[in-house]
């Protein structure tokens, strides 16, 4: 079997209700649709969500990347040879979610041509992920509102707070209100996107200290190491590390430096390849993981969902999962369903995404 041809489709969806953060804002899913095929008939599928604001790519320069570089180097190679894919591909620097969305490709065409799902080929530890929602930026009473309703429709119980606003008396009362209307059963963790120093996160601990909030990610950003390792030190909740750790290397750094102590693992950064090694170093290091989401479609989360459930360490706690109810519309011909506060791995063979190709017609942007 050999790579026959890359497709790099761009496509926009608008979000209905768009998502505000400490290091950007969506409005629309401007992302690219990856598809490799093969001369057997097989086809890979993978999604593509460009982040300037945080890795600097954007949905032009991915798909000049995947176009002009990564294709004409991997055309013709056996799909299988993913040492020898990632070795080319890891010769050209950044472009993470590029390098991520083909690992995924390549690993769907694998489990096509086995006639497994790729989250049994992983690891096959559960079929099902539990899921947490994200909350952006908004008055406390109205993330108290979508919070409620989000726990009542889907039986969601946990909940990632978007925070890093000035002042900080807005992200500390959106805590308070948060607990206070959830109760002490639900769980509450931080992300604040870089977006306070060290010093300003360690005021915030302070005045949330009761409230049982689980895990602070990505408080300030990675160049104020000192800061940062004085924070870990101090807090009495893991600081999860995102931004700060796209890559294998990046996360023994900090780790290793005492940067963080905990690590968010996003599929649409690493692939499942690189992601293995990164959950391989924090298991080995006794770091805990969380399952991240790069404000992904179905398609992402399909993939997020399949590397989660796949291992034991990344089902401890509820991935997030959920950001793709933001969105107006998607690209699967079947949509995903939260029951529970769980979604299912699609026992297909391969990741188990496919397309509708009405509404890939509908919303691509390259006609």
């Given at each position: 079997?050999?790579?026959?041809?890359?497709e790099a489709i761009p496509y926009s969806i608008p979000y209905s209700r768009p998502l505000a953060f400490a290091s950007g804002y969506v409005s629309d899913a401007e992302h690219v649709l990856i598809r490799i095929h093969t001369d057997e008939g097989i086809t890979g599928v993978a999604d593509l969500p460009p982040r300037p604001y945080t890795y600097?790519?954007?949905?032009?320069?991915?798909?000049?990347?995947?176009?002009?570089?990564?294709?004409?180097?991997?055309?013709?190679?056996?799909?299988?040879?993913?040492?020898?894919?990632?070795?080319?591909l890891n010769r050209t620097v950044h472009n993470q979610t590029a390098k991520g969305s083909i690992d995924i490709a390549l690993w769907d065409i694998i489990g096509k041509s086995c006639g497994l799902p790729v989250s049994r080929l992983l690891g096959g530890?559960?079929?099902?992920?539990?899921?947490?929602?994200?909350?952006?930026?908004?008055?406390?009473?109205?993330?108290?509102?979508?919070?409620?309703?989000?726990?009542?429709?889907?039986?969601?119980?946990?909940?990632?707070?978007?925070?890093?606003?000035?002042?900080?008396?807005?992200?500390?009362?959106?805590?308070?209100?948060?607990?206070?209307?959830?109760?002490?059963?639900?769980?509450?963790?931080?992300?604040?996107?870089?977006?306070?120093?060290?010093?300003?996160?360690?005021?915030?601990?302070?005045?949330?200290?009761?409230?049982?909030?689980?895990?602070?990610?990505?408080?300030?950003?990675?160049?104020?190491?000192?800061?940062?390792?004085?924070?870990?030190?101090?807090?009495?909740?893991?600081?999860?590390?995102?931004?700060?750790?796209?890559?294998?290397?990046?996360?023994?750094?900090?780790?290793?430096?005492?940067?963080?102590?905990?690590?968010?693992?996003?599929?649409?950064?690493?692939?499942?390849?690189?992601?293995?090694?990164?959950?391989?170093?924090?298991?080995?290091?006794?770091?805990?993981?969380?399952?991240?989401?790069?404000?992904?479609?179905?398609?992402?989360?399909?993939?997020?969902?399949?590397?989660?459930?796949?291992?034991?360490?990344?089902?401890?706690?509820?991935?997030?999962?959920?950001?793709?109810?933001?969105?107006?519309?998607?690209?699967?011909?079947?949509?995903?369903?939260?029951?529970?506060?769980?979604?299912?791995?699609?026992?297909?063979?391969?990741?188990?995404?496919?397309?509708?190709?009405?509404?890939?017609?509908?919303?691509?942007?390259?006609?």
């Open positions: 079997m050999k790579i026959d041809r890359i600097g790519e954007t949905q032009q320069s991915a798909i000049a990347i995947v176009e002009t570089i990564f294709a004409p180097a991997i055309v013709g190679m056996d799909p299988l040879e993913r040492g020898k894919i990632h070795s080319i530890y559960s079929d099902r992920m539990t899921v947490s929602h994200m909350l952006g930026f908004k008055p406390a009473a109205e993330l108290l509102d979508e919070a409620v309703r989000i726990r009542a429709e889907y039986g969601i119980t946990t909940f990632k707070l978007k925070v890093g606003r000035r002042p900080l008396a807005l992200d500390v009362g959106a805590c308070l209100v948060l607990r206070e209307g959830l109760g002490s059963d639900v769980d509450i963790y931080l992300d604040a996107n870089r977006g306070w120093t060290a010093n300003e996160a360690l005021e915030v601990l302070s005045r949330t200290e009761g409230l049982g909030l689980s895990l602070l990610e990505e408080p300030c950003d990675a160049k104020e190491a000192m800061s940062r390792r004085r924070l870990v030190t101090k807090s009495a909740i893991p600081v999860v590390g995102d931004e700060s750790v796209p890559t294998a290397g990046d996360v023994s750094r900090e780790l290793l430096s005492g940067g963080c102590n905990a690590i968010s693992i996003k599929t649409a950064r690493s692939g499942f390849t690189e992601a293995q090694q990164i959950l391989g170093l924090c298991t080995g290091l006794g770091v805990d993981v969380v399952m991240g989401n790069q404000i992904d479609s179905q398609i992402g989360t399909l993939a997020t969902v399949a590397f989660g459930a796949a291992h034991e360490a990344t089902t401890r706690r509820a991935g997030e999962l959920s950001n793709f109810l933001d969105m107006s519309d998607d690209l699967l011909s079947e949509p995903l369903t939260i029951t529970n506060g769980t979604i299912s791995v699609r026992g297909l063979p391969g990741v188990g995404a496919e397309i509708d190709p009405d509404r890939l017609e509908r919303y691509r942007q390259d006609r």
